[in-house]
């Protein structure tokens, strides 16, 4: 049983990667509604993940999307995250918002549509080069809504082509970390639908490709903690987008509809060490804060993952062990009940106390004044967007 002062340092060294989209205006296809205070540029969007970062003591790295985060010079944007004490992350591509790309990106049946979205990808490892980044990011939305609108084994011979010149192209330390979606915006096939076509392909690449699990992009009912464990054996898992829904890729705080599955996620992680930075696995967060104040709803949902791997390292693994080994069905599911039910907030707080952060990082960013600062700051110029 790992002692209350093992899992604050285990804690403590979790970092969570915020991303920089969660903090500009997001929506559905009905509406975006925009709120007073959002960033007007990927420099506003950086302040306030070194805001998240400062009150919860582990959110030290933002991810960009490009071309959202799209500025003249990143290595004076890694730079001033660097000033406010975070650093930049993965390097999101979007090869899903141009007109070009109606019938896919690098699957698209024109050569010439494909080699423009390949180029966005080489772009995105120029960007890495002067960012400092590690990680490439890849979700493609590529797929088709009609039974025979195209060769679905034609399409998988494209993206492997474009995975593979992108993939030489990754330097010393840098990697591709590709996301799989069951469907939207495609609603027949997609073209990278699952964590078993990701894993394919990343087997194909190489050591430098890994999958990367959005716990919003599968169908209703699977069972997430299987395929994280099953990637853990196989070396291929490099990361996760974190969020969570009732119903689609609702991309809600993580935690919020389902904490019990983000508590058995954490337990496979913790089940192999892969909580400790050295696996090297990225704990993104991806999601749209729609309707909810944003940097409060990030500062929630980096807790909502400190909570749940504090509840994981809590399970006595000794006592599962032997449950297991004896066939003690409901002693095993008790060991692990027993954390789950386990109330860590007070050793949470504790832990922030510990490195003299406020224990309640969600009051301390009201009585900051943080909001209104920006809602005046910010009054003027246009909000920042997906541009959706
Ligand atoms: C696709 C996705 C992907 C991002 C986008 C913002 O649904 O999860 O990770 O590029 O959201
Ligand atoms: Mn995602």
């Not at 749940?308 to 006595?316: E, G, N, S």
């Amino acid at each position: 049983m790992r002692t209350n002062d093992a899992v604050k340092a285990a804690v403590r060294a979790l970092g969570v990667e915020t991303a920089s989209w969660a903090y500009a205006n997001s929506g559905t296809r009905f509406k975006v509604f925009g709120q007073p205070g959002v960033p007007r540029d990927p420099y506003e969007k950086i302040d306030d993940a070194a805001v998240v970062n400062r009150l919860t003591g582990g959110a030290p790295t933002v991810s960009l999307h490009i071309p959202w985060d799209k500025v003249d010079d990143y290595a004076s944007l890694a730079a001033h995250a660097k000033e406010q004490g975070v650093r930049i992350g993965a390097i999101n591509s979007n090869v899903f918002q141009d007109d070009d790309y109606k019938l896919g990106s690098v699957t698209n049946p024109d050569p010439a549509v494909r080699r423009k979205a390949i180029d966005h990808l080489l772009e995105c490892v120029d960007i890495m080069d002067a960012t400092g980044s590690a990680d490439l990011k890849l979700w493609f939305s590529d797929g088709t809504n009609y039974p025979g609108q195209d060769s679905i084994r034609a399409r998988q011979d494209r993206l492997a082509e474009a995975l593979a010149e992108t993939y030489q192209r990754l330097g010393e330390g840098q990697r591709m970390l590709l996301e799989y979606k069951l469907f939207e915006p495609a609603f027949y096939t997609t073209d990278v639908p699952d964590w078993g076509t990701s894993y394919a392909h990343c087997m194909e690449l190489g050591e430098k490709a890994q999958v990367v699990i959005d716990t919003g992009h599968h169908a209703p009912g699977t069972n997430i903690e299987f395929i994280v464990a099953f990637l853990l054996r196989a070396a291929k898992l490099g990361g996760f987008d974190f969020n969570s829904r009732f119903y689609a890729d609702d991309d809600l705080m993580v935690g919020a509809a389902d904490p019990f599955q983000l508590f058995r996620i954490l337990h496979e992680i913790v089940s192999a060490g892969a909580h400790e930075p050295a696996a090297r696995i990225a704990f993104m967060l991806d999601q749209c804060h729609n309707i909810e104040p944003k940097i409060p709803a990030i500062i929630r949902s980096v807790m909502n993952v400190q909570e749940a791997l504090a509840k994981a390292l809590l399970v006595d693994d000794d006592t599962l062990a032997k449950a297991q080994a004896d066939g003690d069905v409901l002693g095993a599911n008790a060991a692990l009940m027993d954390a789950y039910n386990t109330d860590v907030r007070p050793l949470l707080a504790e832990l922030r106390a510990d490195h003299g952060l406020d224990p309640d990082p969600i009051g301390a960013y009201h009585r900051s004044g943080y909001f209104e600062t920006i809602t005046a700051a910010r009054a003027d110029g246009v909000q920042a967007g997906w541009g959706a």
